[in-house]
Nanobody
Framework: QVQLVEFGGGLVQAGGSLRLSCENTRTIFSFNTMAWYRQVPGKQRELVAG???????NYADSVKGRFTISRDNAKNMVYLQMNSLKPEDTAIYYC?????????????WGQGTQVTVSS
């Protein structure tokens, strides 16, 4: 079983920093891709940053140079360091992970953590 739990959201002023963490609190899996998505009311969930099992990363253009994704494979955790935050970064941030199981890619989501950036 997989249960992803996010930590680290909150309220911060523009220009500030936050670090999000995501932990699988149940059985240890060798996750394939881990990622962070975000969503604001009325809009689609969008990819913020992703990282493969070999630590290749990709970022949304809007966060390049400000956000850094990393992972600890031994702990099955993924992190998102967010610097130079802007009000438009305000959203619910979701942790994502997938794992291959019997030729099927299974996808898992956390419950989300609110990030609010005040101007």
């Amino acid at each position: 079983q997989v249960q992803l739990v996010e930590f680290g959201g909150g309220l911060v002023q523009a220009g500030g920093s936050l670090r999000l963490s995501c932990e699988n609190t149940r059985t240890i899996f060798s996750f394939n891709t881990m990622a962070w998505y975000r969503q604001v009311p009325g809009k689609q969930r969008e990819l913020v940053a992703g990282i493969t099992s070999s630590s290749n990363t990709n970022y949304a253009d809007s966060v390049k140079g400000r956000f850094t994704i990393s992972r600890d494979n031994a702990k099955n955790m993924v992190y998102l360091q967010m610097n130079s935050l802007k009000p438009e970064d305000t959203a619910i941030y979701y942790c994502y992970a997938d794992v291959w199981s019997r030729a099927e890619l299974r996808k898992y989501w956390g419950q989300g953590t609110q990030v609010t950036v005040s101007s």
